[in-house]
């Protein structure tokens, strides 16, 4: 079961926090819509591998969640200040 749930981690937490930190980037980045968009294509695939490979990489499926959920709620704490101001 812990293969498992490592993997579910990986694949779900890894999405979403690569996700949010395109978004960030996205928001970040002074250039024109389309260069932020090719470059979130570019960077948004390995950036979910290594979230996944880091989570393959804790100890139990208790940690794995714990870091993708601890990054994603500061990745989304900062899409929230840059959406309100």
Do not use: E, H
Not at 27 to 45: E, M, S, W, Y
Request: charged share 5%.
């Amino acid at each position: 079961m812990n293969m498992w749930g490592k993997s579910f981690a990986a694949i779900i937490g890894g999405c979403l926090l690569s996700v949010s930190i395109m978004l960030n980037l996205n928001q970040l980045l002074p250039a024109n819509i389309d260069v932020r968009l090719l470059v979130g294509l570019l960077i948004a695939f390995p950036i979910w591998v290594a979230v996944m490979v880091w989570c393959y990489a804790s100890d139990s499926t208790k940690q794995a969640w714990l870091r993708c959920l601890g990054l994603l709620t500061i990745s989304a704490g900062v899409n929230a200040a840059m959406m309100v101001s």
